[in-house]
């Protein structure tokens, strides 16, 4: 054995061995109306102090620099200052002196002289004073018990000042989004908390604080939830889908399934929806399969067509709104529809199953299929759909008798400032003149990014740089010219081209609320304005 020890001796001499870990023991308690009485000069160098202000208030200098401390604040430092306290203060509290063996000292961010932290929990005050009166009575205290009081205060007060360093309203949008990333493999509070850069413990009550859920719930049900998604647009098997989500087999989905929703998986892929829609293009698409949402959002032009009662009826306000919220929970749902909005989407986790369908991404031809499969109306959006190809096919024998070859054509709706185009992902009838009825947009906004962008803003004054020999105007001729920018632009061409004009042909369609649709119902409407307007 002593050879062994030797050898390690010898083996070790002339390094150090690495040691991450810092042990923090106080080597000095003492009430603070005694900090003041060192001697004639109240003003002292310290290293690695920590105050407690348990009762007044007062203003101190710390490095020359004047703040006023009260009941309830913290003052610390790992380094020398300078700190000033006037010799007839009004403050009660604990000041410890600590010192740090092995490793560095780490910074109980943001507790430091520049930031007191105020708010102090009550809990931390009242260990402060317990050593104070353990350090004041060496006779009665057992082994290692200073040790203990003090390491248990720090570990407190680190906890606490957690609340002080980053708000969680900067950390759990970043850590929700981590897990929505990563929510089928094994998380751990504790990874998360890493993540965030607090103690599991502070984690565990602000996420459940924001998310109104322990860490364990939101996984489980967000797992549930991809569940869901998945059953409402063509699932796997229970056991592949187990998989996915982040469960080892498919009777323990199953049972979480049940747990979370009521029923189970193949319950829920059987029974008829009840849906929310929150956007009106999918509420027209729902109309359309005679499906009629529990909640929905309405256009004007489809409350012109049916007036919708108002215990039906959201408003298209975003989802921020606590009353939207409530109303949606009430309302107690099987999917949600919306388009792709990330953050609406982790707030109505706990209502439904949030099916996003991805902006400008899909056409309405698409986004009908979709919302078919979710509502399990296949056979229904296909027939609709042959019937809506059909009239495209009558109205295409009508052009090619009236006009012939289709040239090009815009569709502009105008603002207040500027006049707007669009491409058939964006709608407002470009989806039909330029995938149903065979028309071509202007070179000039093609070689602009219009395709890429869906839409371009137009200035008035510019309208002519992009001629087309069908020009479209949602809105009416006296809207158009009661726009003076517009007035000697429209005037000189209704029938024939002329040099100062932007094109050929101007229709004035006077629908703006209904081409503001991008779905079945809008879709089919447009398609009859459109040819109507063509050849009359």
Known sequence: MKRVTQNMQTRNAGRSLPNPHSFYIPVRVMALDQASFNGDNPTQPFTSFLVVITRGSEVIELDGERIRLSGGHILYSDSSVDITLPRSHKLQGVWIEYAAISGNIRTFSPLNHRQPVRSCPSHVSTLAVQLLSDWNQPEQRKPFALQALFTELLSELYDSSAEYAEPPSQ?????????????????????????????????SRSFRKFTGQTFNQYITLLRIRKAQQRILTGAPNLSTLALEVGYSEGTYLSRKFKQVVGISPSSYHRKSKSVVSLNFNHTASLHALEVVPRLGVYSAWMESLQPVPSRKKLLDEGISSSGLYERLSSARPDVIISYSLPDKSKQLLSVAPVIEIPFMQMDWREQFRLIAEVTGRQPQAEAWLSLYDWHCHQANQMLDRRIGDRGTAIVLELGTEAAYCFSSSYGRGAQILYHDLGFRPPLGLVAEGLLEKGYLEIAFHNIARYPADHIFITSSREAAEALEPLQSLLHPVHQHHTDDSPGGRIYFLNQPCMFYGFDPLSSEAQLKVLVQALTS
């Open 171 to 203: 950390w759990i949008d970043r850590i929700l989004q981590y897990i929505e990333s990563h929510y089928n493999e094994d998380l751990t509070r504790e990874q998360a908390a890493g993540l965030a850069g607090i103690t599991p413990e502070h984690f």
